[in-house]
């Protein structure tokens, strides 16, 4: 595992870009953003749950990470705005449990 783990660092290491902040190139990133942002999309359409929306925003945010390289009040003012989008997808995913969860927990507390 570890042998694994670290041929995977030095790969990344040679042939890509050397970042400060992350341990992958921009552009391995990039593409795992438009994979989750793809994902949030399609599970928003499907489930209409606020949260999904929220992380869709908050997903590409995260790739100006990249520009803040250097200036520490970029850098932790996109921290606290990826915190608060987090945190805002928490409180929205227990503000608006469906009916169908409440009713699941209610029949199991009869039980």
């Known amino acids: 595992m570890k ?4 041929s995977m660092f030095l790969t ?12 992958f190139p921009f552009k ?24 999904q929306v929220i992380f869709t925003i908050a997903v590409p945010f995260s790739l100006l990470i990249w520009k ?12 606290v705005i990826e915190a608060v989008l987090i945190l805002a997808a928490l409180v929205s995913a227990f ?3 469906s009916k169908n969860e409440d009713d ?3 029949s199991a507390q009869e039980e």
């Open 28 to 51: 391995f990133h990039l593409i795992l953003a438009a994979v989750s942002v793809l994902f949030f999309l399609i599970s928003f359409a499907r489930y209409k749950k606020p949260y």
């Open 12 to 23: 990344f290491a040679a042939n890509g870009e050397k970042p400060a902040l992350f341990p």
């Open 68 to 79: 803040a390289e250097g200036n520490k009040t970029l850098y932790y003012a996109i921290a």
């Open 104 to 106: 699941v927990d209610e």
């Open 95 to 97: 503000i608006f449990k």
């Open 3 to 6: 042998a694994s783990l670290m």
